[in-house]
């Protein structure tokens, strides 16, 4: 198509005009691309959950306390209701995990741990907290129920490593960024507590997990992007972490979970859960985690679907635009249309190039759209890493691209309509 | 029979509004002929040359070119007709103005299965032969009315169509220039093209050896046939 760079010149005339239509396009697309990906994010977000963990859809079961915290009045409560729960014949196991960070003390390696930390944390949010890991605590059911990481090297975590006392030494994983600089059998203590009663508890290192080992976050383990264990450490709870202050049980509520032998034991499993903590004076609920899915689900649905309609609105507007310039630019360049077809051109020809020109802005808007979307997402969470840029795919790309095809379509119509009218005797001799 | 129109009619406009441009014109025309198109203003002899030149089709009647009927084809099909087999020059230029003078000429060959160097080859060839190479860069914008009108023949040149069709070439031109054009036209009939013009100017249909005159959408008039 030789009239091609004939018509890139043509548009370089019309710069100005042409750079407006790009920025109106550009909004519509960073509308529309918000929406499309929430909806991804959302599948990328179940195959998440199931990916990293082995929770299942219908036995795994998530325990709410809506009115729950960190009074000793609930804490109390709370402990009876924990302990009831692990002697319901059907629950195969009950417990929670936590996420919090630790500094590494009195052992050897420190200079290196702190220089690979530096290493780690240069441009995050932990950058000035050379001197701390995160850590993630686990329940015993939780970690053998629900763990799908690997070690590379060393033992896994055994059922005796979760009933250690304070004063035990306690067993810990160490993420693979840490393979060179901890080896299995070398110990480190660690503060446990707060202000006076703080005290030291000692850690010895009895495995290094596999590269690219994953875990849950404990602030949503739904909806967040799952945390990378490579710079992480995983540990049992010993008792001050697990239940010393009501602090620390208050903490834990935000994931309680229970797993199932079967399905069929929901209703009634939910029914005494639901006994047992009226009678407490506390009340618990229940969901399984399809449902809390497909709650979820719903919800971002409903609003992506609205952010989806202001986008189409936006398309719209920009529809009408992108026609009316396109047609107006056809006006002014009759002339210009006539010489080419008098030298051989075709009405395909020149429909062509309008056609051309339309998806060529398009498309140009569509990929900055794109990665305008990209940057706001990115720059939404800095430090943290944003589980929406995973929504970044071909299958978003792909349904960008429709979007885009759709809207060369809409406004090649009447464009194409109005070149199909001209007539060449009159272009020429000025009569249109 | 190179080019021949049987009772060609051409009507504008519908009902009320309906203008005879030209009635019943029948004509023949042999190859390499060169011929002037006279007569008053509105007798149709644009109508006949863009009928000619297939930039419109007759409302009536037949027109063959080269033997093949004209009128049966489609709009491409057309489009071919007037990249490959002619050429025009007008009054007003028909160049595109925010265009340089080489973009110009190259137009007829953008339709052809040429390699970027030959287009540009063959293109300063015939800049070079109408002495205006060194103005291949310029914007049509800020040439001369004689500089384009010998931009529009070498565009008209560059195609290398056998029939060249002028609707007042020298209209917009004074006499010098007027005159360098027709010399022009003259040296491509030599070279064995079909030059049809149209004029006003008695001295200037001189230069064709036949002459049409049109009036009212007949042909009054055809002198120095064969
Ligand atoms: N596109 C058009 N729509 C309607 N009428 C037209 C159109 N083009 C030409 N006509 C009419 O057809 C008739 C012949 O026009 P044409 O342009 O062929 O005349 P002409 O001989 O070239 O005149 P001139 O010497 O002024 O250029 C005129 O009456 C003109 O008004
Ligand atoms: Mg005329």
């Not at chain 1, 943290?384 to 691209?401: D, H």
């Not at chain 2, 925010?98 to 040429?114: G, I, Q």
Request: charged share 25%; glycine share 6%.
């Amino acid at each position: 198509m030789k009239y091609m760079l004939l018509n890139l010149k043509s548009m370089w005339q019309r710069k100005w005009i042409i750079v407006l239509m790009i920025v109106q396009l550009i909004v519509s697309f960073w509308v529309i691309n918000h929406a499309l990906i929430t909806i991804e994010t959302i599948r990328y977000q179940q195959k998440q959950l199931f990916s990293v963990t082995h929770m299942k859809e219908e036995t795994t079961i998530r325990l709410f306390i809506p009115d729950g915290d960190d009074s000793q009045w609930f804490v109390e409560r709370f402990r009876k209701l924990e302990k009831f729960i692990k002697t319901i014949p059907n629950v195969k196991g009950y417990g929670s995990f936590e996420e919090t960070t630790i500094s590494p003390q009195n052992f050897a390696n420190k200079t290196r741990y702190m220089r690979k930390n530096e290493q780690l944390y240069a441009n995050t949010r932990m950058e000035s907290y050379t001197d701390s890991t995160k850590i993630i605590y686990f329940d015993y059911d939780i970690y053998r129920l629900f763990s799908k990481f690997q070690l590379m090297k060393g033992r896994e975590l055994s059922k005796e490593d979760f009933e250690k006392t304070n004063k035990d030494v306690i067993p810990i994983l160490i993420g693979y960024d840490y393979h060179d600089v901890f080896h299995i059998g070398d110990r480190f203590q660690a503060l446990a507590g707060l202000g006076e009663n703080a005290f030291f508890v000692t850690y010895e290192v009895v495995g290094i997990l596999e590269q690219g080992a994953k875990w849950l976050s404990a602030n949503d383990y739904l909806i967040d992007h799952a945390n990378e264990l490579d710079r992480f450490f995983v540990a049992p709870y010993f008792p001050e972490e697990r239940d010393g202050r009501p602090m620390d049980v208050a903490v834990r509520l935000n994931n309680l979970f229970l797993q199932l032998s079967d399905k069929r034991d929901f209703s009634s499993v939910e029914k005494t859960i639901e006994q047992k903590g009226k009678e407490l004076g506390i009340y618990p609920t229940l969901k399984t985690i399809s449902n809390e899915m497909k709650e979820y689900e719903n919800n971002t649905k409903q609003s992506a679907r609205f952010t989806f309609m202001v986008g189409l609105f936006f398309v719209v507007v920009t529809l009408i635009g992108v026609i009316s310039v396109t047609i107006s630019s056809i006006q002014a360049r009759k002339y210009d249309i006539g010489v080419m077809m008098v030298t051989g051109a075709s009405k395909r020809d020149i429909g062509r190039i309008v056609v051309m020109e339309l998806f060529l802005l398009v498309m140009t808007s569509a990929i900055i759209g794109v990665v305008l979307s990209y940057w706001t997402e990115w720059q939404d969470t800095f430090f943290e890493y944003n589980i929406r840029l995973q929504a970044f795919t071909w299958s978003l790309y792909v349904k960008i691209m429709v979007v885009s095809c759709f809207i060369v379509l809409l406004s090649s119509f009447i464009p194409l309509w109005n070149v199909n009218k001209l007539a060449l005797r009159n272009l020429v001799e000025g009569r249109e | 029979m190179f080019i021949e129109l049987q009772n060609v009619t051409k009507i504008y406009g519908k009902d009320e509004y309906a203008t005879k441009a030209l009635s019943q014109v029948s004509l023949q025309i042999e190859r390499g002929e060169f011929i002037s198109i006279m007569g008053p203003s509105g007798s149709g002899k644009s109508t006949l040359l863009n009928i000619i030149g297939c930039m419109d089709v007759p409302t009536e009647g037949v027109y063959r070119l080269e033997g093949e009927d004209v009128t049966r084809l489609n709009d491409r099909q057309l489009s071919d007709i007037r990249n490959k087999k002619v050429s025009f020059i007008f009054q007003q230029f028909a160049l595109m103005t925010n265009f340089t003078v080489f973009e110009n000429v190259e137009l007829p060959l953008l339709k052809r299965n040429m390699s970027k160097k030959e287009r540009r080859e063959k293109v300063e060839y015939y800049l070079n032969k109408l002495g205006i190479f060194h103005l291949r860069q310029k914007n049509i914008s800020k040439l001369s009315g004689g500089q384009k009108q010998r931009v529009a023949i070498a565009r008209a040149m560059v195609a290398e169509t056998n029939i060249v069709l002028a609707d007042e070439p020298t209209g917009s031109l004074d006499r010098q220039n007027g005159e360098k054009v027709m010399g022009l036209l003259q040296q491509m009939n030599e070279e064995g093209k079909c030059i049809i013009v149209i004029t006003h100017d008695e001295k200037i249909a001189s230069y064709a050896n036949r002459m049409i005159y049109l009036s009212d959408g007949c042909i009054q008039l055809d002198k120095g046939r064969g």
